[in-house]
């Protein structure tokens, strides 16, 4: 998949609609923006094709499941990050819990978010990450409040 990042206006509107509400019907996009359904169908497969949308997903609720808890964990390693990440994501009950997994620069390597159900699963998830090779440092922030903001427009 290729990535064109040439976007006019219209892309841009349509765009900006999706990251609002990914699930919004191209009916109802193309009357906000006064063109044909057609053209929208045509313009998001474009943009799809295109590299420019990834996937149209869902943002789960944090009291999805009574106890939910975000925690960002910071990982600092002696080896390469993508060693550490590779890890992480090969270890299945670790991995459903991880949400992002970022590279990052500054005094740590990586940065992953997690999503937990459980007090013991928090408790386990950081202690893998520890017993990874290469692992020497971890800071984990447990997250209190998320305020929503509208989504940034293009």
Known sequence: MKFDAQ???LDKQILNLLLVNSREKNTVIARKLDITEGAV????????????IEAFTIK???NMSGFRVIVQVKIGGNVGPTQIKDEILSNTDLAKGVEDIFEVTGDVDLFVVLHMTSESSIKEAIEKIRSINGVNKTTSYFVLTRHNIASSSI
Request: glycine fraction near 6%; charged fraction near 55%.
């Open 7 to 9: 976007l006019d206006e």
């Open 41 to 52: 169908r045509k313009r998001i497969k474009r943009l799809e094709e295109n590299g420019v």
């Open 60 to 62: 789960l609720s944090d």
